[in-house]
């Protein structure tokens, strides 16, 4: 599959999710014996929030074997996701890399407060405050938008996914999710 075909499965299912109208995947056990044997083969890697409310197969109306989806607390990119993301590009040959952020994120509205942190929340805390100068204080939403474009460049500098990205076999993209509305909009 290339980028653009899984570019616009994702752009279609999140249609079908924001007007109601999700194909239902059924998850049969004949489904599940077929993935077993043959494997995976995502068509799209997923950097997103562990946020409840931003359930990605869902958001984008995928089934089983469809994405490759990596969750942390404000959809941050340390080593064991860039580790993740490598295998999804380098092993499964998904074309597609996004990194998605939500509107309301705690995480990072969280970052841009002077609370204090226990060590484990300071490290997500940290990553995400790596993302813009002065960004205490900062309109979260504009934070948002900026932590998902330093996750992008973070994976953009991994050598497997930069040379992967170089030979065009993937491209990577960068996306906010509305709470509100359910709509999916992709950065330039």
Do not use: W
């Not at 249609?15 to 109208?21: L, N």
């Not at 083969?41 to 490759?68: H, K, M, N, Q, T």
């Not at 170089?166 to 999916?184: D, H, M, N, P, R």
Request: hydrophobic share 45%.
């Amino acid at each position: 599959m290339t980028y653009n075909e899984a570019f616009n499965h994702l752009t279609e299912g999140n249609a079908r999710f924001t007007a109601g109208k999700p194909r239902q995947t059924h998850v049969t056990a004949e489904l599940r014996e077929n993935l077993f044997k043959n494997g995976q083969f995502p068509y799209a890697a997923i950097v997103c929030c562990s946020d409840s409310r931003a359930p990605v197969e869902l958001i984008f109306d995928a089934g089983p074997g469809e994405l490759f989806v990596v969750r942390t607390a404000g959809n941050i990119v340390g080593p064991t996701q860039l580790g993740s993301l490598e295998f999804a590009v380098t092993v499964l040959k998904a074309p597609l890399v996004v990194v998605m952020g939500h509107q309301a994120c705690g995480a990072v509205i969280a970052a841009t407060t002077n609370g204090e942190f226990s060590p484990a929340l300071g490290s997500v805390i940290q990553e995400i405050r790596c993302c813009a100068p002065n960004v205490i204080g900062s309109d979260p939403d504009v934070i948002i938008d900026e932590n998902v474009k330093y996750a992008l460049s973070k994976i953009a500098e991994n050598p497997f996914i930069s040379k992967a990205a170089a030979e065009g076999s993937v491209k990577l993209a960068g996306a906010k999710y509305s709470l509100e509305t359910g709509i999916v909009t992709f950065f330039d």
